[in-house]
Structures are given as structure tokens and as C-alpha cells.
């Protein structure tokens, strides 16, 4: 694949230029909203937070954040920053105070939602819980809404798990932790909790590099390996409008819970890489490889080949969640063109050491010698 670098740079400074505060753009409706809500965000500085808090500003909210104070940030107006340990308790500076909403982006443990509960139950009109798909038991069933049957804890005390423990067990806790945690937002906020649980979120300032690795890989150039045979469906959403769909439910007071991936109408990895390609004017010369052919290489779903996870088996139902119940609350979605030029964007804004080590996908080497044992097997040749 030869890239049209003049056209690339150009793109690229077109979506620099149009980015709003510091390279996070907001979305078509920044309008004011009805009403100023006093809005406290726990976990204001992550991946979705900044978003949630530029966003909120623009309409005209009072905005609190709460955090340990670890990341700075240059907020384009006033925000209270409240610190705090969820970690060890320390929720002192909650104490006292009274919002209109309470979102809460990073919980992974259950006895964080306990805490809060404990903290805000009286304090706040709505709590909005950043939950996960990750959460339901299974992902098998083709078109399962939000009455799926969730992951279940089988240890101990779900409320002692730590961070320390969810990372050493990172892929058996994270979902069922999740579910706990769902359990104990409708506990302790009982009629006032929104559930949002997103698929792969993706957008500038993604330190995962899940959706990334592809427009970072197609503007590289080369010859691209991609997972088999374009037909296999992906769900993901941009962070933005992810964000600022929590606001918008926020400002209806709209409670349930909801899936929250995207896009409104199916789409293959196939299209997917195509839309990547023309967004970032480059020709790419895509060789597709079958599952088995990847499993033989240990090249795996997901982490090597980001977004994507065959439809097939127990994960046919991964990528085609139901979202029509997000729909009808109002998540919209900008066009994925738009979410892969700002992706590389923000990309090609980090150091140098960052850009040169992708956090997920095939490093050069490794994608270099699957092509060309691709190329030499049986495979190639019938599939």
C-alpha cells in the first residue's frame, strides 16, 4: 500500500484544526441545555471523563469532579476538584454536598458502588453507572437486549475484591465484577440509577489502542493482515458520543439501563477497514487470513486482531448486541470516518516512544511472518 502522504497531512491538520479543546471535539449538539444540573463525575480525568466534562461545560452545567488528583488537566472553564481515594475509602470531601446527577465512569470494584451509596444515596437525583457488555453472562445469542442473563461472581466476597486481584484476574473478574457492581448501583441508588453498558469504546485519547491499531496500521502502509473474510459484524462507539449521550440522560433524567455500542446500522469488518481507508485517503492492499489459519499462529481475536471476534460459536452474538433501546433514548452516532481521522489525530500528537509501541495489535515483525505463512499454506490457496 503506497499512502498519499500530502493528502494525509492535509487531513490530518483538517482535523487538528477542527478539533475544540485541546483535540477533544464535541459533537453536533452543544447547544445549551433546558436546564443547569449540578453534575458530579467520578473519575473526571480517564478516557471518557474529559469528554463527559468539556462537553457538559458547553452546555451549561456546574461541574465537580472527583479523583486522586494524578492527572492534570486544562479545562475550558470552571470545574471543581474534589480529591479523594475510592481505593481505601477516603470519600471525605463528598461528605455534606448535594448534585443532580452522579456519573460514575471507572468503577470496577463492587464495594467502590458501595461506598458511593453510602456517600450519595440521599445526595443525588440520579446515578448514572458506566457498567460494560462484558457484564452478561454470554455472547452467543444473536440480537440479546438488556434482559440478558448476567455474568455471575462465584468467589468469595465480591465487596473484598481489590484492584490488585481484578488485575491478576483480569479476564474471569472484570464482567462478573461488573454485574456485582450493576447489582449494588440498584441497591443503593434505588430508583435513580441509569446503567449504560458500552461495547468497544474508541476515539482520541484511547490508551488501549483496540481501534486505533487500524488507522494507525492502514496510513503505515504495506501490505495489511486482516481476520477472516471481511463478513464478521463489529460493534464499537466513540468516546465523544458516548459522552455526551451520558449528559443528554442526564438532562432527561432518563433511567434503565441500556446497551451502548454502535453503529445504528450493521457493519463487517470489512466495511469497517474500507471506511478507514477512504477516510484516510489510502489505498490499502488488505490480504484477509481465516480464523483457523490465525488460531494455528496464535494470533488471537481481540488483542491481535483488535475489534474484532468471529461470529461464530459462543461468540456469535458478540458484535450484534440489540441497541434499540439506546436508540429510542436518544444515542447518536457521528460517522465513523470522522471518529478514525481524529483517532489518528490525537495518535500522532503523543511522544514518539508511545507512537512507536502499539498497545494492541501485531507489532510489524510478527504480521510480517503470519503474511508470509499465509501466503505458503494451503490456506491461501482455497481461501
Known amino acids: ?10 487531513l490530518t491538520g483538517v482535523a487538528l484544526a477542527g478539533l475544540a479543546f485541546r483535540g477533544l471535539a464535541l459533537g453536533t449538539d452543544a447547544s445549551k441545555a433546558p436546564r443547569p444540573l449540578r453534575i458530579l463525575i467520578l473519575g473526571g480525568t480517564g478516557f471518557i471523563g474529559p469528554h463527559q466534562v468539556r462537553y457538559a461545560l458547553s452546555r451549561g452545567h456546574t461541574i465537580t469532579v472527583f479523583n486522586r488528583g494524578r492527572r492534570e488537566q486544562d479545562w475550558p472553564g470552571p470545574v471543581e476538584e474534589l480529591l479523594g481515594d475510592r481505593d481505601t475509602g477516603y470519600l471525605k470531601s463528598l461528605r455534606g454536598r448535594n448534585w443532580d446527577v452522579c456519573i460514575d465512569n471507572p468503577t470496577m470494584l463492587p464495594f467502590w458502588v458501595r461506598d458511593a451509596g453510602l456517600a450519595l444515596h440521599d445526595k443525588v437525583k440520579q446515578y448514572l453507572f458506566i ?16 434482559t440478558a442473563p448476567l455474568a455471575k461472581y462465584t468467589g468469595q466476597d465480591a465487596m473484598a475484591e481489590t484492584q490488585e486481584t481484578l488485575r491478576a484476574h483480569m479476564a474471569e473478574l472484570y464482567g462478573p465484577l461488573k454485574a456485582v457492581s450493576e447489582r449494588a448501583a440498584q441497591k443503593y441508588f434505588a430508583g435513580k440509577a441509569t446503567i449504560v453498558r458500552p461495547g468497544l469504546i474508541a476515539g482520541p485519547g484511547d490508551e488501549s489502542d483496540r481501534f ?13 493482515l486482516a481476520p477472516g473474510d471481511g463478513s464478521d459484524p463489529i460493534q464499537l462507539i466513540d468516546v465523544r458520543d458516548l459522552a455526551e449521550w451520558t449528559i443528554r440522560l ?30 484516510l485517503q489510502v489505498s490499502p492492499t488488505i490480504t484477509w487470513a481465516s480464523t483457523q489459519f490465525l488460531e494455528g499462529q496464535h494470533i488471537e481475536a481481540w488483542s491481535d486482531m483488535p475489534v474484532w471476534v468471529p461470529a461464530e460459536g459462543d461468540s456469535a452474538g458478540f458484535a450484534k448486541r440489540s441497541i434499540e433501546r439506546a436508540l429510542k433514548a436518544g444515542l447518536k452516532f457521528r460517522p465513523l470516518a470522522t471518529t478514525s481521522v481524529d483517532t489518528l489525530a490525537w495518535f500522532r500528537q503523543q511522544p514518539d516512544a508511545r507512537q512507536a509501541k502499539l498497545r494492541a495489535g501485531l507489532i510489524p515483525d510478527r504480521e510480517n511472518a503470519a503474511l508470509m505463512a499465509w501466503k505458503s499454506s494451503s490456506h491461501a490457496a482455497t481461501g
Open 131 to 146: 457498567s460494560t457488555v462484558s457484564a452478561y453472562a454470554e455472547n452467543k445469542t444473536v440480537g440479546a437486549d438488556e
Open 1 to 10: 500500500m503506497q499512502t498519499n502522504r500530502r493528502a494525509l497531512v492535509k
Open 212 to 224: 486505533t491499531y487500524w488507522p494507525a496500521r492502514l496510513s503505515r502502509g504495506g501490505e495489511v
Open 250 to 279: 442526564a438532562e432527561s433524567r432518563t433511567l434503565g439501563v441500556f446497551n451502548a455500542t454502535g453503529p445504528a446500522q450493521p457493519m463487517t469488518m470489512r466495511d469497517m477497514l474500507a471506511t478507514i481507508a477512504s477516510s
